[in-house]
Protein backbone atom coordinates (compact mmCIF):
# COMPACT_ATOMS: atom_id res chain seq x y z
CA UNK A 1 0.00 0.00 0.00
CA UNK A 2 2.63 2.28 0.85
CA UNK A 3 4.58 1.46 -2.60
CA UNK A 4 1.21 2.20 -4.22
CA UNK A 5 0.56 5.34 -2.50
CA UNK A 6 4.38 6.79 -3.20
CA UNK A 7 3.94 6.23 -6.79
CA UNK A 8 0.45 7.97 -7.13
CA UNK A 9 1.79 10.86 -5.38
CA UNK A 10 5.12 10.73 -7.49
CA UNK A 11 2.87 10.68 -11.00
CA UNK A 12 0.33 13.30 -9.62
CA UNK A 13 3.54 15.76 -9.01
CA UNK A 14 4.91 14.30 -12.73
CA UNK A 15 1.27 15.72 -14.31
CA UNK A 16 1.44 19.10 -12.24
CA UNK A 17 4.84 19.83 -13.57
CA UNK A 18 4.25 19.29 -17.07
CA UNK A 19 0.69 21.41 -17.36
CA UNK A 20 2.82 23.87 -15.74
CA UNK A 21 5.68 23.57 -17.76
CA UNK A 22 3.08 23.75 -20.76
CA UNK A 23 1.63 27.12 -19.34
CA UNK A 24 5.14 28.52 -19.13
CA UNK A 25 6.43 27.60 -22.49
CA UNK A 26 2.81 28.83 -23.98
CA UNK A 27 3.60 32.49 -21.74
CA UNK A 28 7.18 32.29 -23.10
CA UNK A 29 6.21 31.92 -26.43
CA UNK A 30 3.55 34.73 -26.20
CA UNK A 31 6.12 36.61 -25.28
CA UNK A 32 8.84 35.94 -27.93
CA UNK A 33 5.96 36.74 -30.39
CA UNK A 34 5.04 40.02 -28.88
CA UNK A 35 7.27 42.95 -29.99
CA UNK A 36 7.83 45.26 -27.56
CA UNK A 37 10.66 47.59 -28.74
CA UNK A 38 8.98 49.01 -31.75
CA UNK A 39 5.73 51.02 -32.14
CA UNK A 40 3.70 51.51 -35.12
CA UNK A 41 0.80 53.24 -36.47
CA UNK A 42 -0.45 56.75 -34.86
CA UNK A 43 -1.46 56.10 -30.83
CA UNK A 44 0.48 56.67 -28.24
CA UNK A 45 0.20 56.44 -24.39
CA UNK A 46 2.04 56.80 -21.43
CA UNK A 47 1.55 55.73 -17.55
CA UNK A 48 2.89 56.68 -14.65
CA UNK A 49 2.56 56.65 -11.18
CA UNK A 50 0.65 54.07 -9.26
CA UNK A 51 -2.59 52.28 -10.66
CA UNK A 52 -6.16 52.65 -9.73
CA UNK A 53 -6.63 49.80 -7.01
CA UNK A 54 -5.45 49.13 -3.83
CA UNK A 55 -1.93 46.96 -3.56
CA UNK A 56 0.27 46.41 -0.95
CA UNK A 57 3.27 46.32 -3.81
CA UNK A 58 5.24 48.95 -4.66
CA UNK A 59 4.69 50.53 -8.24
CA UNK A 60 7.56 51.07 -10.19
CA UNK A 61 7.16 54.55 -11.23
CA UNK A 62 6.84 56.33 -14.73
CA UNK A 63 6.89 53.44 -16.97
CA UNK A 64 5.55 54.18 -20.49
CA UNK A 65 3.21 51.89 -22.43
CA UNK A 66 3.56 51.63 -25.97
CA UNK A 67 0.89 51.26 -28.62
CA UNK A 68 0.06 51.16 -31.95
CA UNK A 69 -2.95 51.64 -33.78
CA UNK A 70 -5.27 54.32 -33.57
CA UNK A 71 -6.74 55.63 -30.61
CA UNK A 72 -9.86 58.24 -30.79
CA UNK A 73 -11.80 57.74 -28.00
CA UNK A 74 -13.12 55.49 -24.84
CA UNK A 75 -15.60 53.20 -27.28
CA UNK A 76 -13.57 53.10 -30.42
CA UNK A 77 -9.95 52.74 -28.84
CA UNK A 78 -7.51 49.93 -30.82
CA UNK A 79 -3.89 49.12 -30.00
CA UNK A 80 -1.68 47.46 -27.71
CA UNK A 81 -1.18 49.21 -24.66
CA UNK A 82 1.56 48.02 -22.15
CA UNK A 83 0.84 49.25 -18.24
CA UNK A 84 3.48 50.05 -15.77
CA UNK A 85 5.57 46.99 -14.52
CA UNK A 86 4.86 46.61 -11.14
CA UNK A 87 7.40 45.60 -8.61
CA UNK A 88 6.95 42.61 -6.18
CA UNK A 89 9.16 40.89 -3.32
CA UNK A 90 9.38 37.72 -6.41
CA UNK A 91 10.29 40.03 -9.32
CA UNK A 92 8.33 42.48 -11.34
CA UNK A 93 5.58 41.99 -13.21
CA UNK A 94 4.10 44.21 -16.59
CA UNK A 95 1.59 43.59 -18.70
CA UNK A 96 0.07 44.30 -22.13
CA UNK A 97 -3.68 44.57 -23.93
CA UNK A 98 -4.42 44.38 -27.50
CA UNK A 99 -7.77 46.63 -28.20
CA UNK A 100 -10.24 46.38 -31.03
CA UNK A 101 -12.70 49.11 -31.71
CA UNK A 102 -13.41 49.57 -27.49
CA UNK A 103 -12.57 45.56 -26.57
CA UNK A 104 -9.86 43.81 -24.73
CA UNK A 105 -8.96 41.17 -27.60
CA UNK A 106 -5.87 39.94 -26.08
CA UNK A 107 -4.13 40.34 -22.86
CA UNK A 108 -0.12 39.24 -23.11
CA UNK A 109 2.20 39.29 -19.89
CA UNK A 110 5.33 41.01 -21.04
CA UNK A 111 7.04 40.07 -17.64
CA UNK A 112 5.78 38.09 -14.83
CA UNK A 113 7.66 37.04 -11.31
CA UNK A 114 10.87 35.15 -11.77
CA UNK A 115 13.24 36.07 -8.31
CA UNK A 116 12.78 32.07 -7.78
CA UNK A 117 11.62 28.51 -9.55
CA UNK A 118 8.43 28.86 -7.35
CA UNK A 119 7.59 32.08 -8.59
CA UNK A 120 8.00 30.70 -12.11
CA UNK A 121 5.88 28.15 -11.37
CA UNK A 122 3.40 30.10 -9.65
CA UNK A 123 3.29 32.91 -12.36
CA UNK A 124 2.85 30.32 -14.97
CA UNK A 125 -0.06 28.77 -13.59
CA UNK A 126 -1.77 32.17 -12.58
CA UNK A 127 -1.13 33.70 -15.93
CA UNK A 128 -3.36 32.22 -18.64
CA UNK A 129 -6.48 32.13 -15.72
CA UNK A 130 -6.03 35.73 -15.38
CA UNK A 131 -5.61 36.06 -18.87
CA UNK A 132 -9.22 33.77 -19.40
CA UNK A 133 -10.63 35.79 -16.59
CA UNK A 134 -10.26 39.26 -18.26
CA UNK A 135 -10.89 38.71 -21.59
CA UNK A 136 -14.55 37.47 -20.33
CA UNK A 137 -14.52 40.27 -18.06
CA UNK A 138 -13.54 43.35 -20.54
CA UNK A 139 -11.62 44.92 -16.93
CA UNK A 140 -9.80 44.49 -14.24
CA UNK A 141 -12.71 43.43 -11.83
CA UNK A 142 -11.45 39.85 -11.58
CA UNK A 143 -10.20 37.90 -8.57
CA UNK A 144 -7.24 36.79 -7.92
CA UNK A 145 -5.70 33.40 -8.00
CA UNK A 146 -5.36 31.31 -5.36
CA UNK A 147 -2.04 30.59 -4.53
CA UNK A 148 -1.07 33.54 -6.39
CA UNK A 149 -2.08 36.44 -4.43
CA UNK A 150 1.03 38.93 -5.50
CA UNK A 151 1.25 38.09 -8.59
CA UNK A 152 -2.47 38.27 -9.27
CA UNK A 153 -2.43 41.68 -7.72
CA UNK A 154 0.45 43.18 -9.62
CA UNK A 155 -0.99 41.60 -12.83
CA UNK A 156 -4.21 43.55 -12.04
CA UNK A 157 -2.29 47.08 -11.39
CA UNK A 158 -0.35 46.57 -14.48
CA UNK A 159 -3.82 45.86 -16.36
CA UNK A 160 -5.41 48.81 -14.73
CA UNK A 161 -2.64 51.16 -15.92
CA UNK A 162 -2.66 49.79 -19.47
CA UNK A 163 -6.71 50.20 -19.27
CA UNK A 164 -5.76 53.54 -18.37
CA UNK A 165 -3.78 54.27 -21.06
CA UNK A 166 -6.15 53.09 -23.52
CA UNK A 167 -8.90 54.97 -22.05
CA UNK A 168 -11.32 52.05 -21.48
Known amino acids: MRTRAAVSASLASLGILAVGWQAGA ?54 TFAGQSVSTRFGNVQVQITVRNGKITDVTALHLTDAERRSQMISAQAAPILRSEVLQAQSANVQTVSGATITSDAYLTSLQAALDAAHL
Open 26 to 79: HTLEAQAATPTSATTGTGTGTTSGAAAGSSSHSASGNSSGSTSGSSSGSSTASG
